[in-house]
């Protein structure tokens, strides 16, 4: 694991050091050994996934988010999911929220404005409580914005809490804060495959890459061509036709990533952010023409700043606020475009070099940023798998939908009552219009198929009842 940017309240992980910001990818040896799954990045903490389900911690804990009782500088782990098989994890700016491998979540840090959904009116929460409003409800994705949260469902829902100051919640009003999980009613039968959150502005993309935004447009991060707040989630026009597969949200400024691994960004520009090669406000989508003739598949922002990964040559470029560096340039220097993040990167694909220059070189398996701290997951050379790919969906994570090995599944079943799960399976698909949705969107060659396959399961299911 390497990392960089602001160290001063220790959330880049690296124990005691003397520096406060650090300007170019150093080594993270606390991960030395161990397989990382996800990280997420507050604004002045950092929170650690590893693949065996477990939580660390690092960073500032004035108001709990470490989900234990003191500060730390290097990651702790979060005794209190011990018992929990944890797979994902986000920040908001100082509380956390963790979904565990049954689609329930659990949250703690700051809770002054309802961001954790527990009901409570308590200023902080500083051990890991579930909230016990979504436990009947397989939530598949969270995200966190500053002050508020999202959920999305295995059926569709997008659940909101937390601040609504700029209708960040999407429930169709300004102004108080829900401290339980609400349904947006107004995108129900909509199939989602992603949600992500900024400061006080949230965006919904759909499987067919329709692009949903909400909240805070002071600067014009919705993309929608104005400078007005929105309670309720508007489509945006000007992206339908870009096939974007991936969004992600700064404070105030958000990009998007399309199937063709080309980036678009729009919002605030101030530190160059966006990466245009001016410090300009955009309130359309606007592609970062500097990125064309490279293959994007990663791209994360953190509060004021934007990474992108491109595969081909290995290397990740940086752009935005530099002063705590969190460029990884060797410079606290703002960038207006991008510029390449320091350090020996190879693709993975390419040849191993010879024994003596394998340890100085870095393989990207997956960049994180978030706060003022940048990082990114490495491989060795001789030991490398392809980098993640954004652009591809995890179909664990979106909305269920009919699949070919689905439908199989269901068909292979041999006599007898069917199993409790596939019964679950089978009512969320035909019970849920954003399921529906969803599995007939892409493939309408295999509608028929797929509703005939279907509707033979359906049948033989009944007859079972029956019998």
Known sequence: MLC???????QLGLGGIDEEIVVEPRRCEFFNGKVLRDVGCGRR????????GTVYTCGCNDLGQLGHEKARKKPEQVVALDAQNIVAVSCGEAHTLALNDKGQVFAWGQASDGQLGLGNIEECIRVPRNIKSLSEVHIVQVTCGYLHSLALSKRGQIFSWGQNKYGQLGLGL????VSTPQVIQSLLGIPFAQISAGGAHSFGLTLSGAVFGWGRNKFGQLGLNDNKDRCFPSLLKTLRSQRVVYICCGEDHTAALTKEGGVFTFGAGGYGQLGHNTTNHEVNPRKVFELMG???????????????????????DSFGLGGNGQLGTRSTCN?????????LWKAHNDPTPIEAEIE????????????????????????????????RHNCDQ???????????KWLSHGHGRLLPEMTDEIDLVFSSASCLNGSFLSSRKHLKRKCKASH?????NHNREDS
């Open 45 to 52: 903490h950092t929170v650690f996934l590893l693949g065996d």
């Open 174 to 177: 300004e102004g108080p804060g």
């Open 4 to 10: 960089w940017g602001n160290a001063s309240y220790g």
């Open 335 to 343: 960038r207006k475009s991008p510029a390449p993040v320091k350090g």
């Open 360 to 391: 100085q070189l870095y393989c990207v398996k997956r960049i994180y940023a978030g706060g003022d701290q940048s990082f990114a997951h490495c491989q060795c050379p001789q030991n490398v798998s392809p980098p993640d790919d954004l652009r």
């Open 456 to 460: 033979n399961t359906m049948e033989v």
């Open 398 to 408: 979106h909305v269920l939908t009919l699949k070919d090995d689905l439908i199989q």
């Open 294 to 316: 490279n293959v994007v598949t990663q791209i994360v922002c953190g509060r004021q700043h934007t990474l992108a990964f491109i595969p081909s040559s290995g290397k990740i």
